[in-house]
């Protein structure tokens, strides 16, 4: 059983810790006071309504290859993928929502309204990243991506002693729901799809071009629009899709 010290040590390496001087109290806060990237992201971004593109990224198959493995394996496996994924959104303007599993979700705000560098330009980059990734960790490693643009709401969820952010939408749900896509079941290596929401307009102008941008030279991948729209997403409005596919 771990001691308060080692406790204590764990919690400032993985979230950050204060200790306050007139309490025997421990403020513990995710990624927020004392995680750089996350800081400035939340000032600029956070408790309003922005667009942007919210991702998942998984391994294909995860539960069955490490089943009855020792944890230290399960982990000594994950740590290049998660370490990879978290370095390619932070190096792009991105921001890590959470990682569960073998599960990173992040975030991409649209960032054309600051005069900085358009979300749809850094999401190719960062698709590309994560395709090279990949690429570099070989076949035991088989990518899957679910890539939804719309309206998002960044917000800050406070407790005693704990704060943190949480990210809310329909687009989020779209976007975790693209990975039960049928014609994700049958691909290898790295694997995704696209979707925006029929009700948001917004999205539906930009869809085209945001496909033409993010699946490019830049990302090294395709894409292939589905002619139906999908309208059988648990909880989801109905959704106009594409597959996004590695070039070679």
Same mark, same amino acid.
């Given at each position: 059983?771990?001691?308060?010290?080692?406790?204590?040590?764990?919690?400032?390496?993985?979230?950050?810790? &204060?200790?306050?001087?007139?309490?025997?109290?421990?403020?513990?806060?995710?990624?927020?006071?004392?995680? *750089? !990237?996350?800081?400035? %992201?939340?000032?600029?971004?956070?408790? *309003?309504?922005?667009?942007?593109?919210? $991702? %998942?990224?998984?391994?294909?198959?995860?539960?069955?290859?490490?089943?009855?493995? !020792?944890?230290?394996?399960?982990?000594?496996?994950?740590?290049?993928?998660?370490?990879?994924?978290?370095?390619?959104?932070?190096? *792009?303007?991105?921001?890590?929502?959470?990682?569960?599993?073998?599960?990173?979700?992040?975030?991409?705000?649209?960032?054309?309204?600051? $005069?900085?560098? /358009?979300?749809?330009?850094?999401?190719?980059?960062?698709?590309?990243?994560?395709?090279?990734?990949?690429?570099?960790?070989?076949? &035991?490693?088989?990518?899957?991506?679910?890539?939804?643009?719309?309206?998002?709401?960044? $917000?800050?969820?406070?407790?005693?002693?704990?704060?943190?952010?949480?990210?809310?939408?329909?687009?989020?749900?779209?976007?975790? *729901?693209?990975?039960?896509?049928?014609?994700?079941?049958?691909?290898?290596?790295?694997?995704?799809? %696209?979707?925006?929401?029929?009700? @948001?307009?917004?999205?539906?102008?930009?869809? @085209?071009?945001?496909?033409?941008?993010?699946?490019?030279?830049?990302?090294?991948?395709?894409? @292939?629009?589905? @002619?139906? !729209?999908?309208?059988?997403?648990?909880?989801?409005? /109905?959704?106009?899709?594409?597959?996004?596919? /590695?070039?070679?």
């Amino acid at each position: 059983m771990l001691g308060k010290e080692q406790v204590f040590d764990w919690l400032s390496h993985r979230a950050g810790v &204060k200790r306050l001087q007139e309490m025997p109290l421990l403020y513990v806060t995710k990624a927020l006071d004392l995680n *750089r !990237p996350s800081k400035p %992201f939340l000032d600029s971004f956070g408790n *309003r309504d922005i667009w942007g593109f919210v $991702g %998942f990224v998984d391994l294909v198959g995860f539960s069955e290859r490490v089943m009855g493995l !020792p944890n230290k394996e399960v982990n000594d496996y994950l740590e290049p993928f998660l370490k990879g994924l978290v370095d390619i959104v932070n190096n *792009r303007y991105g921001l890590v929502d959470k990682t569960i599993g073998d599960e990173v979700m992040f975030i991409l705000p649209d960032m054309e309204e600051n $005069g900085d560098v /358009p979300a749809v330009l850094m999401m190719g980059q960062l698709l590309g990243g994560i395709h090279d990734l990949q690429k570099q960790l070989g076949e &035991k490693y088989p990518f899957r991506i679910g890539l939804a643009y719309g309206g998002l709401y960044i $917000g800050q969820i406070c407790g005693n002693g704990y704060s943190e952010w949480t990210t809310v939408g329909e687009v989020v749900h779209l976007a975790k *729901r693209l990975h039960t896509l049928k014609e994700l079941k049958i691909l290898q290596g790295v694997k995704g799809a %696209f979707g925006v929401l029929y009700r @948001e307009q917004h999205s539906m102008d930009c869809f @085209e071009s945001i496909l033409h941008n993010i699946a490019g030279v830049v990302s090294r991948m395709r894409h @292939e629009i589905l @002619e139906e !729209p999908k309208t059988n997403f648990e909880g989801v409005s /109905p959704a106009r899709c594409a597959i996004l596919l /590695p070039k070679s």
